[in-house]
């Protein structure tokens, strides 16, 4: 690099950037040749760079061999299409392009006036996103990086609405003890709000959910009725439509109903199944959900862009803004009696130009484009599942809503639940340990559950053929 006080000059980023390019388009075309997992050992990254910072300037061709050579080996190859575990979050050509010109123009889009372009596109594309999810228009939206800001700013919110002794003023002191609701399959961002909060673990009721991991609504009307009369003050209830293990869908208009009776705020956690509802005919996973307070989703779960994207909507944006608004003089600007500033909606002042890349995956594929890719991802798990239920020796372990199946080996004659939980675990370790396929695992009522998440935009139905021979093969040999 050239002895400057300025930036890396323009002929050096366009050859570096050029070799760049051609790198991630020979990635993204060869992914297959990579494990999906990587085959390092913990702490094998500290060794191999200097404990020191770099104390003079490198060329951009050594940069990148180190990054390639060195860092790449401890790479999890989230993009590859036998990455199976966990939600899909695959990325996408237009959404790898638009990080680029993110990260190029680094704007910041704390007020409208520090760049308007960020502030309205942000706007635009959550509306497109809140009709392809037939969301109703009084459904406002703003961008946060995951889907636990999103739940956290959906219980702040709450907290807000209900705010016992002023809370936003005297903090959480004195006055009723605040109830929040969830399910026992919840995810944990639920539990970690109410900690970041300063609500308490123990006042979170995680409801039983079904034999379908469903909560139960009649056990949410019961758990608030006693609170109520212990004289605590239930607040809100977070409902899932798509939980982490399963996939399970709580029964969002019996618990809006109750909600409304009660007076409780709804917030709906569909991180992974509001993309679902993209799909025409499967519009109806989000029933009900038009009368939530608020709702998440993820467009870096299912929607092909990369992380981090998260959807919040909510019909009470001036409940938000109230908890949340706090302008010191030198942000203040000519316009904000006009304009929407989106620092005032959430913890962050600063804001990265997300709706750039959501922009581009929409223009890109088109509605048409997302639905046909989603309902592919749906079908192709079906289908696996249905493979599962029809072997002898293998059994699902929740029904598929969407495209993730849970299921066992359960080989004829097998029941003790510890030998049927060990070889489970030993089958889920083989599979993963050859690096080819990564899959993942749960546990319901005590018992070990392979899960295994369709959804990646490269993953056919080749790789799900080959992954269940491989599961079969793998059994026959390990029983
Ligand atoms: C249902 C559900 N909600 C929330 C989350 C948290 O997502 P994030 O990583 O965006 O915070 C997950 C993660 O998988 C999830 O499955």
């Known amino acids: 690099m050239q002895e400057t006080l300025k930036d890396m000059p323009a002929h050096e980023f366009k050859k570096a950037g050029q070799m760049v390019i051609d790198w991630i388009a020979a990635y993204r075309d060869e992914i297959e040749s990579y494990a999906v997992l990587p085959q390092v050992e913990p702490g094998w990254l500290y060794e191999s760079f200097s404990k020191k910072p770099p104390e003079n300037a490198g060329s951009m061709e050594q940069i990148f061999e180190k990054f390639v050579n060195v860092i790449m080996p401890g790479v999890t190859h989230w993009n590859h299409p036998k990455f ?43 509306d497109w996103l809140r009709q392809m999810i037939g969301m109703p228009e009084s459904f406002w939206g703003i961008v946060y990086d995951t889907a636990s800001t999103s739940t956290f700013h959906a219980i702040a919110a709450a907290r807000q609405e209900i705010s016992p002794q002023n809370i936003r003023e005297k903090g959480m002191y004195g006055g009723k003890r605040l109830i929040l609701y969830t399910s026992d399959q919840a995810h944990s961002s639920v539990e970690k709000a109410a900690i970041a909060l300063g609500l308490g673990l123990e006042n979170v009721r995680k409801i039983k959910t079904d034999d379908k991991y469903r909560l139960r609504a009649d056990l949410l009307r019961e758990n608030i009725r006693r609170d109520r009369k212990n004289g605590q003050l239930p607040f809100c209830v977070v409902a899932t439509v798509g939980t982490t293990s399963t996939t399970s869908i709580d029964p969002i208009p019996d618990i809006a109903a109750i909600c409304r009776e009660e007076n409780l705020w709804l917030h709906v956690d569909a991180a992974y199944g509001g993309s679902a509802a993209i799909v025409p005919e499967y519009q109806n996973v989000l029933e009900g959900c038009e009368e939530a307070d608020s709702l998440v989703m993820n467009p870096h779960k299912w929607l092909f862009v990369p992380i981090d994207f998260s959807a919040f909507y ?27 500033n989106l620092m005032d909606y959430g913890m962050q002042l600063g804001r990265r130009f997300r709706a750039l890349k959501l922009w581009f995956v929409l223009q890109y594929f088109g509605r048409q484009g997302i639905i046909n890719r989603i309902r592919n991802a749906i079908e192709m798990a079906q289908d696996l599942a249905n493979k599962i239920d029809q072997h002898p020796d293998f059994e699902k372990m929740a029904p598929t809503p969407f495209s993730t199946i849970c299921f066992r080996a359960h080989p004829h004659g097998l029941n003790d639940t510890e030998k049927l939980n060990r070889l489970n675990k030993e089958l889920l370790q083989t599979i993963n340990e050859k690096g080819e396929y990564f899959i993942s695992h749960t546990r319901l009522n005590e018992e070990y559950v392979i899960r295994i998440a369709v959804g990646n935009i490269q993953t056919d139905q080749h790789h799900l053929n080959h992954l269940w021979n491989n599961l079969q093969k793998t059994l026959s040999k390990l029983y």
Not at 102 to 113: P, R
Not at 320 to 332: D, M, N, T
């Open 84 to 126: 199976l575990a966990y939600f899909s979050i695959s990325s996408s050509g237009p959404a790898v392009l638009a990080e680029l010109l993110t990260a190029a123009l680094n704007v910041n889009g704390m007020l409208w006036k520090t760049c308007p372009a960020l502030t309205e596109l942000e706007k635009i594309t959550l």
């Open 314 to 340: 909510t019909r009470k944006p001036a409940i938000l803004k109230e908890a949340f608004s706090l302008i010191p003089e030198y942000l203040r600007t000519l316009e904000d009696h006009r304009v929407e």
